[in-house]
Structure formats: C-alpha cells, structure tokens
Nanobody, 114 residues
Framework: QVQLVESGGGLVQPGGSLRLSCAASGSVFSITTMDWYRQAPGKERELVAGRLSSGSSYYADAVKGRFTISRDTIKNTVYLQMNSLKPEDTAVYYC????????WGQGIQVTVST
C-alpha cells in the first residue's frame, strides 16, 4: 500500500507561480512512475506531467515550458513547479503513482484568477 499526501495548492493571480508537492509513504520501494493529473469542472481528468524512475519526464502540450516536474527519491516526493499560470490551469490536481497498481492522492485545488 502507498499513501499520498498532496500540498501546495491555492489561489494565485494569472502569471503567478505555485509549487505542488506529493509525499509518498508505505511501500515506496516499488514505485516506478509518479505523475500529476488535473481535472477542471466539467472536463475529464488529464495528464499534466510525469516522471519515470529512470529520470525521464513528459508533459502535456498545454504546460510545456511553464511546468516542471521533479522527484526527490530520498524523500519519496514528487513536485510540480507551475509558472506563468493561466486561468485555464484552474483545476483539482491529483498525484498518481504506480507501485504494482495505481495509487491516487486526494486532490488539491489550484485556482488562477484575479
């Protein structure tokens, strides 16, 4: 079993920055992929960024150049640095890890608004 705790969301003005964190505990030794997803009201959940255990990262086209995913393997934490935020980035953000199966965080609200 893997437990995930997300933090760092909130309200920010357009053009601002936020950093999300997702700390994993439990059976962390078998974690391979750590991803961030988001779900806006009325829309399907979508992949934002992911980080493989190899160190490779991937991003949705909508966030390339603005968001950066990183992973601290000692702290078993994945981060999402979000810069140049836009109102369309408003969503509930979810951390997902794969450790034999998918585990999801509880979700954290990010609101980009004046």
């Amino acid at each position: 079993q893997v437990q995930l705790v997300e933090s760092g969301g909130g309200l920010v003005q357009p053009g601002g920055s936020l950093r999300l964190s997702c700390a994993a505990s439990g059976s962390v030794f078998s974690i391979t992929t750590m991803d961030w997803y988001r779900q806006a009201p009325g829309k399907e959940r979508e992949l934002v960024a992911g980080r493989l255990s190899s160190g490779s990262s991937y991003y949705a086209d909508a966030v390339k150049g603005r968001f950066t995913i990183s992973r601290d393997t000692i702290k078993n934490t994945v981060y999402l640095q979000m810069n140049s935020l836009k109102p369309e980035d408003t969503a509930v953000y979810y951390c997902r890890v794969y450790s034999g199966r998918d585990y999801w965080g509880q979700g954290i609200q990010v609101t980009v608004s004046t």
